[in-house]
């Protein structure tokens, strides 16, 4: 399997893993989270184009697929342009605990 061959191939896993997250608009910003989970693993500032991701989320993706930091921001950030047809100016990692993770508020 050549390099791109590869890199395609994760890149197909991680887009699926961005697909089965839950898109929750609340004004301003949009949340993204697994369905019935209470907290947000993404958080999506509309006006400025800032992502928020929580780093626990990241680690996982990473830990299966062995990527880089950057390359996993790059997908992301070219996933949430084109799915979520969001221009994205920023994007930045946040916490470490599950308590650093958004909490999403009530309407």
């Known amino acids: 399997m050549s390099k791109e061959q590869y890199y395609n ?7 699926r893993k961005f697909d089965e997250l839950e898109v929750i608009n609340k004004g301003a ?4 989270r697994y369905k019935n989970d209470d907290y947000a693993d993404i958080l999506i500032r509309k006006e ?9 989320f990241k680690k996982k993706i990473i830990n299966i697929t062995r990527l880089e930091t950057r ?8 996933w949430i342009e ?4 969001i221009k994205v ?3 930045y990692s ?3 605990e599950t ?3 958004f909490e999403i508020p009530f309407k």
């Open 9 to 15: 191939k994760i890149k197909r896993y991680i887009y």
């Open 29 to 32: 910003y949009v949340y993204l």
């Open 89 to 91: 100016n920023e994007i």
């Open 71 to 78: 390359d996993f921001e790059i997908l992301l950030y070219r």
């Open 48 to 56: 400025l184009g800032y992502v928020y991701y929580y780093s626990g």
């Open 94 to 96: 946040k916490g470490g």
């Open 99 to 101: 308590f650093d993770r």
């Open 82 to 85: 084109n799915t979520l047809q």
